[in-house]
């Protein structure tokens, strides 16, 4: 069956057809590690897992390649500002290397949380600086480049085709009403490859270059690691809507400038996700949620929001809220009991699977992965006339694309003693309606690194 994915770059759903046959080079922007990822940010990185996943599920080998950017992040996306690193370091007292391996840390986690696959290589901007100067060098050499009083600058207007990624107007994109300007700056749109330290600073992070020490500018890494990393195997890259109109539309210009040769075939982006309300994600406090303030403290698993993302086609805007994530745990709830009632039956060879019902979601998925159309193609076979046994092991078929664990709903865990003792106490608390004794023993629980889960067969407590 045909796979078709959307390709932000033809604007057009059209069928997914590798560089090399059977394999595919995937390429995924990583987080800037100066603060929690939010969970806007983890649901574009669930989408890649689908895809991912889906490519898996068609037989594709992938090489999956993600950044993870610890250095040349500035504030503004177009070169001003301050760096979110060091920022970030002083904000906690801390080293910006520190912070940067704190929050790496704190992402791998996440993700592991929510079930998505690592990617086949892990790569830190700065293990790859001596790459970031070679490509600027390159640029040079082939006259793409300028320097001002703070940096070496790409000039966007030496490339043709800059906007062919955005489909930006160019001639309206003023800058100063948007963004602070740079007088040095030939063109609004041009960009900082790499940036001097300021004079008299000394940055922690720092780098010396054929043009005076200082650090990349964000968007290289990106084009650098890609290419030294997948070579010429660019099939699909991916990242936020937010990363359309500068950071992609940077790397290609770059990348293409650099080589003569088309960069990645196919561009893939996640929307936004929208808190209820219509307010924006911020920083600020109280609006800023991260998957351990919005749903672990809360004691909700978090694969209750990797379920939630499911039900909006990941172009389309998500909307968050307490309900909707109350939705989704009734739902997913509801979907494990559906399994664990055909569980029973076992799981039998490959020839059970129920052939009809794996093309409906076949089509679905590869239908630009239809997640909501997945969904319901779920539900028909569990609703359906199959056996239970051919149920269960279509159900655990599907489940290598949903990443749901359907296959371990049925193992209760050893708990430590402590946690053991705890857990009773608060069963107890809970009969006798101590509401704040149970609340506070959920999260002494919690503190052990374990979750409490509300369900109704009960408390189900499971290591995090
Ligand atoms: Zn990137």
Same mark, same amino acid.
């Given at each position: 069956?045909? =796979? /078709?994915?959307?390709?932000? +770059?033809?604007? $057009?759903?059209?069928?997914?057809?590798?560089?090399?046959?059977?394999?595919?080079?995937?390429? &995924?922007?990583?987080?800037?590690?100066?603060?929690?990822?939010?969970?806007?940010?983890? *649901?574009t990185y669930i989408f890649e897992d689908i895809l991912k *996943?889906?490519?898996?599920?068609?037989?594709?080998?992938?090489?999956?390649?993600?950044?993870? &950017?610890?250095?040349?992040?500035?504030?503004?996306?177009?070169d001003m500002g301050e760096d979110k690193m060091e920022k970030g370091a002083l904000r906690e007292g801390r080293t910006a290397w520190e912070i940067a391996d704190f929050y790496t840390q704190a992402f791998k986690s996440d993700i592991k949380h929510l079930n998505i696959l690592p990617p086949d290589i892990w790569v830190k901007a700065t293990d790859t600086i001596d790459d970031q100067i070679a490509l600027i060098k390159t640029l040079e050499e082939n006259d793409f480049t300028y320097r001002t009083g703070d940096g070496i600058y790409f000039d966007t207007s030496r490339f043709k085709d800059y906007t062919k990624l955005s489909h930006q107007n160019l001639e309206s994109l003023q800058e100063g009403a948007r963004v602070e300007k740079n007088p040095e700056k030939r063109n609004p749109t041009d960009f900082a490859l790499w940036k001097f330290s300021p004079q008299g600073v000394q940055r922690q992070m720092e780098w010396d270059s054929p043009w005076g020490?200082?650090?990349?500018?964000?968007?290289?890494?990106?084009?650098?690691? $890609?290419?030294?990393?997948?070579?010429?195997? =660019?099939?699909?890259?991916?990242?936020? &809507?937010?990363?359309?109109?500068?950071h992609h539309t940077n790397e290609i210009a770059q990348?293409?400038?650099? &080589?003569? /040769? /088309?960069?990645?075939?196919?561009w893939m982006h996640g929307a936004f996700l929208i808190i209820a309300g219509g307010k924006k994600m911020a920083k600020s406090e109280g609006n800023f949620l991260t998957l351990e303030n919005a749903l672990i403290k809360a004691g909700i698993h978090p694969l209750v929001y990797r379920f939630a993302t499911f039900q909006t086609h990941y172009r389309k805007p998500m909307e968050y809220s307490d309900e909707s994530v109350q939705a989704a745990r009734n739902g997913l709830m509801h979907l494990q009991n559906q399994v664990r009632n055909i569980a029973t039956a076992g799981r039998n060879p490959e020839n059970m699977i129920s052939a009809a019902h794996k093309t409906g979601f076949l089509e679905a998925v590869n239908d630009d992965l239809n997640m909501p159309r997945a969904m319901a193609a779920v539900q028909d076979l569990l609703k359906s006339s199959?056996?239970?046994?051919? /149920?269960?092991t279509t159900i655990l078929?599907?489940?290598?694309?949903?990443? +749901?664990?359907?296959? *371990?709903?049925?193992?209760?865990?050893?708990l430590p003693s402590e946690v053991q003792k705890l857990v009773d106490a608060r069963l107890n608390a809970r009969e006798n309606k101590q509401?704040?004794?149970?609340?506070?023993?959920?999260?002494?629980?919690?503190? +052990?690194?374990?979750?409490?889960?509300?369900t109704p067969e009960g408390m189900k407590v499971i290591k995090k």
């Open positions: 069956m045909k =796979l /078709k994915l959307y390709n932000s +770059l033809t604007r $057009s759903k059209a069928e997914f057809k590798p560089v090399q046959a059977g394999e595919v080079g995937l390429y &995924t922007c990583g987080p800037t590690v100066y603060n929690f990822a939010h969970i806007g940010n983890l *649901r *996943r889906v490519l898996q599920y068609n037989g594709y080998r992938v090489k999956h390649v993600m950044n993870i &950017t610890d250095v040349g992040h500035l504030t503004g996306d177009r020490t200082g650090f990349p500018g964000w968007h290289i890494e990106c084009s650098a690691m $890609s290419m030294k990393f997948l070579g010429d195997q =660019l099939d699909i890259h991916c990242g936020g &809507t937010d990363h359309i109109d500068v990348s293409e400038a650099a &080589t003569g /040769k /088309k960069f990645f075939n196919s199959a056996s239970d046994d051919q /149920k269960y078929e599907f489940d290598q694309v949903l990443g +749901l664990d359907l296959d *371990r709903l049925d193992q209760p865990e050893d509401w704040d004794a149970s609340d506070r023993l959920r999260d002494e629980i919690q503190d +052990l690194g374990y979750l409490v889960q509300d």
